[in-house]
């Protein structure tokens, strides 16, 4: 079946623009999260969807930076006023719950000039 | 706090030696540790995963450890190939008010021929 998927793949802008970026989760899968991961670097943990719980929002960097996950399905992460310190790979994953594999998908790369 | 502690960040061996990656985590009603393995410009795979039920797990040249009281877990790749070259990343859920996988740091292992 289709796996995670992400888009855009590539995202240019420049310091002080919004972007959007958006992730189809695996169909069923209650658990959605997003990470940031910078060249060469791990994976920071940014937000936490499950289910129709309230998000665990203790990774996002600062109040620019918002997410929100539509009728359980298609995730948004949103940065507000882009900085250049925001360049990085922004990966979504899903899992069936909490104890389960996470997907990955293909991820967005974003780069703010 | 919620913690997954990884060692050795970089990782060097010949061909054909063992490869061993160790995790540390804080939480001890943690239940589920997987394993993730990220190619270059790739997103990151499970490769595979143990449950607290289970003290070790093995899948042909991968095996994983648990040690439940010491609270940390291991990943071994027997007869390393050129292709295992990677980054891996240990993760543990968290049973507190979300129970969400935190990943260590990673680990970059080179295989050299």
């Known amino acids: 079946g289709a796996g995670v998927s992400q888009s855009p793949s590539n995202k240019v802008t420049e310091k002080g623009k919004d972007v959007e970026l958006r992730c189809d989760p695996i169909?069923?899968?209650?658990?959605l999260y997003w990470y940031r991961q910078s060249l060469g670097q791990g994976l920071e943990f940014l937000i936490y969807?499950?289910?129709?719980?309230?998000?665990?929002k203790s990774g996002l960097p600062s109040d620019r930076f918002s997410a929100e996950r539509t009728g359980g399905s298609v995730s948004t992460l949103t940065i507000q006023r882009t900085q250049q310190e925001d360049s990085a790979v922004y990966l979504c994953?899903?899992?069936?719950?909490?104890?389960?594999?996470?997907?990955f998908g293909p991820g967005t790369r974003l780069t703010v000039l | 706090g919620e913690n997954v502690e990884q060692h050795p960040s970089t990782l060097s061996v010949q061909e054909g030696d063992s490869a061993v990656i160790k995790c540390t985590y804080s939480?001890?009603?943690?239940?589920?540790f997987p394993w993730y393995k990220q190619e270059l410009g790739k997103r990151p795979q499970l490769i595979i995963d143990?449950?607290?039920?289970?003290g070790e797990k093995k899948d042909q040249r991968i095996a994983v450890t648990l040690n439940k009281t010491a609270k940390h877990f291991s990943l071994h790749i027997t007869e390393t190939q050129p292709e295992d070259s990677a980054v891996y990343f240990c993760?543990?859920?968290?049973?507190?008010?979300?129970?969400?996988?935190?990943f260590g740091a990673g680990t970059r292992l080179a295989v050299h021929p």
């Open positions: 994953a899903s899992s069936l719950g909490h104890t389960d594999t996470q997907y």
């Open positions: 169909s069923g899968h209650t658990a």
């Open positions: 969807f499950q289910g129709n719980s309230a998000p665990d």
């Open positions: 939480d001890s009603a943690s239940n589920y």
């Open positions: 143990i449950r607290s039920n289970v």
């Open positions: 993760a543990a859920v968290f049973s507190g008010g979300y129970n969400k996988l935190i």
